[in-house]
Structure formats: C-alpha cells, structure tokens
C-alpha cells in the first residue's frame, strides 16, 4: 500500500511528517547542470543510472539537460521509465527468465530497450523472445572487470558472444557493459585512476578481439560517480553511467578527493526522545535509511554522531550542546541508492519551503 505523501507544496520543512526523504532541489540541479557541462566539453554522452532515482520525473530532468537516455537494473524498473515516455533504455544487467525477456520485447513499440549478456544461453532465449515477437532487440556484451560479479572474460570470449549477437536475425549486437563498480569508493584519486586503467585495458583488448570479427561497438558504457573523469579521459568509453552524482551520500564523501557534487538528497527525521544527558534518539532506523555503507551523518550538525540504528529508532550521541524532542534534523543517508528504495514520495525542497512533491515510482521494482 502506497503511504500518503509526507508533506504539500508551501509547507514549512517543519510541518513535513517523519522520517521522509528530502531533495534540496537547488544542490541537484546544480549536479545534474555540473555532469552535462562535463559530458559536453568531454565529448562523452550520459547515460544516467535511474537505479538511483528511481523517477520518471527526475530521469527527464535529466534529458533536459542532454542525457541521451537511463539505465536500468531490472525490467520493472525499464518499464516504469518506458511507460512515462523515457525513449531510450538500457538494462544494464543480464536479465536470463522469459517472462521478463517478453516484457522487455513488449516496451519495444514505445521505447528502445537494451539489454546485457554475458553466455550463449542467455543469447538464445533473448533470441527466441525477440523472433516470437517479431522484434529486433540490441544486445550489449558485458566484460567482467572483477571477478567478482557478471561478465564474460573480456577478449576472445567476449568477440565471441558478439559474433553470435551479430549473426542473429533478431538481434542486434550493440556494444560492450564494460563497468568497473568495484572502483567507485576506492578511498584514494591513485587507486582509481589504477583500476580504471586496468578496466580500459581490458575493454581495448575486447574492441580489438570483435574488430577482428568485423564488427564494431557502438556503445561502449561504464564509468560511476567515483570514476567518470577517467572513464571519459580513456577516449575508448563513450557513454557513461553515473547514477549517485545527483544525491550523493556519506560513503562517496568518504572519497578523495571529495567528488564535486553537493549533498541533495536528506532524511528529515524527528527527536523522539532526549531523556539521556548526551544522547538522543530519532525517528529513523533500518528501515527509513540504508546502513549498509555505515550508519549516516547528521548534516550540518558536527557535534552530533549517529551510533546506532534499530528497526524505528535512530541512536545519537552528542558532544555538547543539547537536543529537544521534535527538533528536525536531516540525516545523510550512507548509501542512497537503497534509501531510496524505502520511500514511496519525494519532498522536493527550495530552502526551507516544499516546492514540490512526487512519486518514487519504480520504488520496490526487483524484478
């Protein structure tokens, strides 16, 4: 069940219930104008990553500024995208069950939808969804970067799946996913600019091995809001991917140097109690902000530390000074990827004021 939106245009950032999840629209336009002045001067196109927004709304926000389409994870999340009129879609992911496969096919009268493969099986089902069809659906080869997630070794057995693609009826071969996640919170400019390279060795090597088979990419995409700058610096990288620079959260703050993005996104929370001297405990625990990343910051409060979260509760410790119940406080969220993920609204803020609220529609959307 959809929850009730938390706030209403013209509010007072007090009179928004908690805990909810804030944009200070301002810091995120500022990101999204700062990445399309870089893409352009870089000569790279954005692709921008919709599984951090999750939104419809902000996804053609960012097509106004040049994005020349979004990725996707899953196909709940394509379709949601396609159905609000996003032209150009691609699941970054492998997708290997039929039913999603047709799903996908189906979206291809309103929209170019995409998608990753990394083995032979999952060619020939996509092929088998596209011919029943009647659809030509382009395909991407993915190279493993890691070892440690999806991805065909990059070179020989990559050029391999792309002749295979490429001598479909029904298929289109599209490019290479050649995305180094693993990079995007090494701490150190040094260690990223290291793995990176690496990355763009291994993806010379794979567009060498398929101009051996004839063909071309004509996608090649990666690259996150940790490590774009050298992604687009590499000239063999033509789309990038960066999905988190619009938000940002406390992990990528962690970064060195800190990425040039603002912090935009917030969780407003309440003091629901403050009966201990130094101590203090808000509304937002588990399941109002993702600590997978560490617990979050309190924004613009640096006497005041998170220590702990439970299901409904914040835990907080502070080093002096004194907090009231029913104080607000925005939360920096560790991750905001999953923290998103928790809210059905955004309470999209000019200063103090709510300017706007919107759905999160592809919230939930797993499959």
């Keep these: 069940m959809i929850q009730r939106p938390p706030a209403e245009p013209g509010m007072h950032e007090s009179e928004v219930d908690t805990p909810a999840l804030l944009i200070d629209l301002d810091a995120m336009e500022a990101n999204m104008d700062r990445m399309a002045v870089f893409c352009r001067k870089a000569g790279v196109g954005l692709r921008a990553h919709a599984k951090t927004h999750k939104s419809p709304v902000i996804a053609g926000w960012q097509a106004a500024r040049g994005a020349l389409g979004q990725c996707v994870q899953k196909a709940a999340e394509a379709e949601v995208l396609a159905w609000s009129g996003i032209g150009d879609i691609l699941v970054s992911n492998e997708v290997v069950a039929e039913r999603k ?29 596209a011919e029943a069809a009647g659809q030509r659906i382009t395909v991407l080869v993915e190279i493993d970067m890691t070892g440690t997630r999806c991805g065909v070794r990059p070179g020989a057995d990559a050029a391999a799946l792309a002749r295979r693609i490429a001598a479909s009826r029904h298929l289109i071969f599209g490019g290479l996913q ?70 940002m959260d406390a992990d990528y703050a962690r970064n060195k140097p800190r990425p040039e993005f603002e912090q935009s996104l917030f969780v407003l929370s309440t003091v629901m109690s403050a009966a201990r001297d130094g101590a ?58 999953p923290t998103v993920d928790r809210y059905d609204w955004y309470v999209g803020m000019r200063g103090q004021r709510v300017d706007c609220v919107f759905p999160v529609a592809a919230r939930g959307m797993m499959q």
């Design 280 to 337: 203090a405990v808000v509304d937002c625990g588990h399941k109002g902000i993702a600590v997978d990343s560490g617990l979050p910051l309190v924004h613009g409060r640096q006497d005041i530390d998170c220590v702990g979260a439970s299901d409904e509760h914040g835990t907080l410790t502070l080093r002096g000074g004194s907090l009231k119940v029913g104080e607000m406080l925005r939360l920096v969220p560790g991750h905001c990827d």
């Design 178 to 247: 050649a995305y180094h996640g693993g990079a995007q919170h090494l701490r150190s400019e040094d260690e990223r600019e290291h793995a990176i390279a690496g990355a763009v060795r291994k993806t010379v090597e794979t567009i060498e091995a398929i101009r051996s088979e004839g063909l071309t990419c004509e996608i090649v995409g990666g690259a996150g809001t940790g490590t774009f700058r050298h992604e687009a610096a590499s000239g063999v990288y033509n789309e990038l991917q960066a999905g988190s620079y619009i938000f």
């Design 101 to 129: 496969l047709r799903r996908l096919a189906a979206l291809q009268s309103m929209a170019k939808v995409s998608v990753c493969a990394d083995d032979a099986r999952t060619i020939d089902l996509i092929e088998k969804v």
